[in-house]
């Protein structure tokens, strides 16, 4: 009963209230307006949550049902957290990514988001406010009609690997926020497929059919579940008890949630062994993730990687709003 107790007072749900009338959303909510004080990209629409909505635990004490899109800025904005929680508790958790289709089509015209060219400032703004490189531009120069496609060649990605998809997604997502590719567009999904070690014969089956199955099932799933915007994380242990922690947050959330569904969860702390370590479990890492996973500050995390490619250790992807780091 105690535990119980303590369960019901750590609800870690965060942002706006569910009960926001549904006009007030049609005005004033755009899902791609994402708010940093909440860490949120709100969706116009809100969901109530279906009585009983379940959570099966499968193979980790510790279920996280993460719903996401490609093409949220927020949820780019918590990969230094989520990075960091699978290194120090990746024995006990299991992330179910789900994928929560941000932008069906351009219908949207509200939070003076009516076109394209309008997200650009607020994506400049999100990189600097997340610490995070993105350049707005793509907005402007290739602009995206909606994230379904890319929704659903995730739901592909995962029929052949559920790791192999978690890396398309990295890949995508670098190849939108970096490098300003439009990833609605079926060549820039094949080339980060490609890039993931994917089978693309397959790949394009799948996503032409069973994919958009997958991908329907998710945003239904999502409506049970009350899912309000992204990123939303439902963590649930085997008895079905859950918490939520919604919008960005800092690691601190992810890992308590985390710690007060299965107490005995041990922290295994990242020893790097040198300077480079990281690398060998992250392929590319923004000064920001650098920070967050070795408990340092983001300027020291700067000075390092930039001295490494200085040396000719690292290889370095700059934007204007930042910079990515690889190992050559």
Same mark, same amino acid.
């Given at each position: ?13 965060? #942002?706006? %209230? ?10 004033? +909510? ?6 940093? !004080? ?11 949550? &279906? ?5 099966? &635990? ?9 719903? &996401? ?11 230094? %957290? ?9 024995? /006990?958790?299991?992330?179910? /990514? ?9 219908? *949207? ?20 406010? *997340? ?8 907005? $402007? ?17 995962? $029929? ?6 978690? !890396? ?8 939108? /926020? ?8 079926? =060549? ?13 014969? +397959? ?5 032409? #059919?069973?994919?958009? $199955? ?11 579940? #009350? ?26 959330? *992810? ?13 295994? %702390? ?17 000064? !920001? =993730? ?7 500050? /983001? ?7 930039? +001295? ?13 709003? #930042? ?6």
């Amino acid at each position: 009963m105690k535990r119980l107790s303590l369960l019901l007072m750590m609800i870690y749900s965060f #942002g706006c %209230q569910s009960q926001i009338s549904s006009n007030m959303n049609e005005n004033k +909510t755009n899902p791609l307006l994402c708010d940093p !004080k909440t860490g949120t990209c709100e969706m116009p629409i809100n969901e109530k949550p &279906t009585e009983n909505a379940s959570i099966a &635990t499968e193979n980790k004490p510790v279920k996280i049902v993460y719903y &996401t899109d490609p093409i949220c800025s927020s949820c780019w904005g918590i990969e230094p %957290q989520l990075r960091k929680l699978k290194l120090e508790y990746g024995d /006990y958790i299991e992330i179910d /990514y789900r994928m929560g289709g941000l932008l069906p089509d351009w219908s *949207y015209n509200s939070g003076g988001i009516s076109k394209p060219s309008d997200v650009a400032h607020h994506w400049d703004e999100a990189s600097l406010h *997340y610490e995070m490189p993105i350049d707005g531009n793509v907005w $402007i120069e290739d602009p995206l009609d909606s994230s379904y496609p890319s929704c659903i060649a995730m739901k592909a990605a995962q $029929i052949q690997s559920k790791e192999k998809a978690v !890396k398309f997604m990295r890949i995508l997502r670098e190849h939108l /926020y970096l490098d300003k590719k439009n990833i609605a567009k079926w =060549e820039n999904i094949a080339k980060a497929a490609q890039l993931a070690g994917l089978d693309i014969q +397959t790949f394009k089956t799948d996503y032409d #059919g069973k994919a958009k $199955i997958l991908f329907q099932e998710d945003l239904n799933y999502a409506k049970k579940l #009350g899912v309000r915007g992204f990123p939303t994380l439902f963590f649930a242990d085997g008895d079905n008890n859950q918490l939520t922690v919604y919008g960005s947050k800092p690691y601190a959330s *992810y890992e308590n949630a985390l710690l007060a569904l299965y107490p005995d969860a041990k922290k295994k %702390q990242f020893i790097a062994e040198n300077a480079l370590s990281l690398f060998e479990v992250y392929p590319t890492l923004a000064p !920001k =993730e650098y920070a967050v996973i070795l408990d340092i500050s /983001y300027s020291e995390a700067s000075l390092i990687l930039e +001295t490494l490619f200085e040396k000719g250790e690292l290889n370095k992807k700059s934007i204007k709003n #930042g910079s990515l780091y690889s190992r050559k």
